[in-house]
């Protein structure tokens, strides 16, 4: 558990140092591209990295957003998985 914190803390002192910093630059070369896109109000992510073997309870819990409110994350009242059509 230790080794995975310490992972991390590198991984977010990375993105904070280094490729925040690389984005930036780079995007004011491409200020026109700005316009492009942006034309979808609303997201859908699926719960990810199951915490129990029945797949209930996840560290990353899905939802939805509408309309652009980043702010709101509407949680999935049910995530229906059929195993049996998978294999």
Known sequence: MIIFVNYLIQAKDFVQKVYLN???VISCFYKDWFKIGGDVPNYLA???MPL???GTKFDLLGGTIFN???R???QLRALMIHTSEIM
């Open 22 to 24: 690389d984005v930036i």
């Open 46 to 48: 699926v719960p990810d």
């Open 52 to 54: 129990d073997t029945k």
């Open 68 to 70: 652009r409110d980043f």
């Open 72 to 74: 709101t994350l509407h």
